[in-house]
């Protein structure tokens, strides 16, 4: 029987007395076992949601939330996930974590999404978190990180993709605090895909939130802690910069974002608005027709 399979049979069972004697009979003779999937079941049982804890305090269950790792082997390790040691975490959310690991088969840097405990007690669930990885593994883009491999054997379902070096867009606004020097703008936020990357950009003047994620959050019970703020701002040590106008379209022509991306989402969006008016038009004479 598979640790997938002892987890999942393991929550079925709500007594403990009824649980423990399956634990023993699962997992006899196999103590580490044991221990993984005890482990796993205290995670799933805690199961708060990321926005009734504080950040500083998430940081500091950090260890408590990695108890599913096994004990590492490389020194400096925060432990181990199958055949791929544990660095360190690069971020966590309400579905789950990212950690950054080395694979100890090709000796290479990578980053693993694991599903978090609560949601890998859910088959739909675990089967949206592989669809997921298909689809990202389907498209090959600059732009789009690049996923290797996803594993769904275990009791806690994880995909394996590029690492890559970077800063958050909470980090990045910080480094940039245009509030603090009075300039007349106004920052947004936009493509949210969870609800955790909303809540952390709290503060921010303006947020595009799509309707389901409006829904997720108010169904969300917690405190919202502000993340961004013009006090905020004002207190940062950034220092102001000054840029004549040759030196501002070259910085901004070196930008792909801010040129070739930009002009490229224009584009489709222009076309998917042609689309929209012939289906509408469309619709309209089918029904006059009719």
Not at 195 to 216: E, F, M, N
Not at 266 to 278: N, P, V
């Amino acid at each position: 029987m598979s640790e997938r399979s002892i987890f999942l049979n393991a929550l079925d069972r709500e007594d403990p007395a009824e649980r423990a004697a399956y634990l023993d009979e699962a997992c006899a003779g196999k103590p580490e076992l044991r221990r993984r999937i005890e482990r796993l079941l205290r995670i799933h049982q805690a199961g708060d949601s990321f926005l009734e804890v504080p950040a500083p305090e998430q940081l500091a269950l950090g260890e408590q939330a990695l108890s599913f790792l096994a004990p590492p082997r490389e020194p400096g390790a925060l432990g181990r996930l199958d055949h791929y040691e544990v660095l360190e975490v690069v971020g966590r959310g309400a579905t789950g974590v990212v950690l950054k690991a080395r694979d100890g088969k090709l000796q290479r840097v990578v980053a693993l999404k694991v599903l978090a405990p609560r949601l890998a007690a859910s088959g739909p669930a675990r089967e949206r978190f592989v669809r997921e990885a298909q689809a990202m593994a389907a498209v090959r883009d600059d732009h789009v990180i690049a996923v290797h491999a996803v594993s769904d054997e275990g009791a806690l379902p994880y995909l394996v993709m590029d690492y890559i070096a970077g800063v958050t867009l909470e980090d990045r606004i910080r480094e940039r605090p245009v509030k603090k020097f009075g300039y007349k703008t106004q920052v947004m936020g936009a493509s949210f895909r969870k609800v955790d990357q909303i809540v952390h950009l709290a503060g921010c003047d303006l947020l595009t939130i799509s309707p389901h994620l409006l829904r997720q959050l108010e169904e969300t019970e917690g405190d919202v802690k502000r993340r961004l703020s013009v006090e905020a701002a004002r207190a940062s040590d950034a220092k102001q910069i000054h840029l004549d106008e040759k030196t501002f379209r070259w910085m901004h022509n070196e930008d792909a974002m801010a040129i070739e991306k930009l002009s490229e989402g224009i584009r489709k969006f222009y076309a998917d608005t042609s689309k929209l008016e012939q289906y509408a038009a469309s619709r309209v004479t089918q029904k006059a027709a009719g």
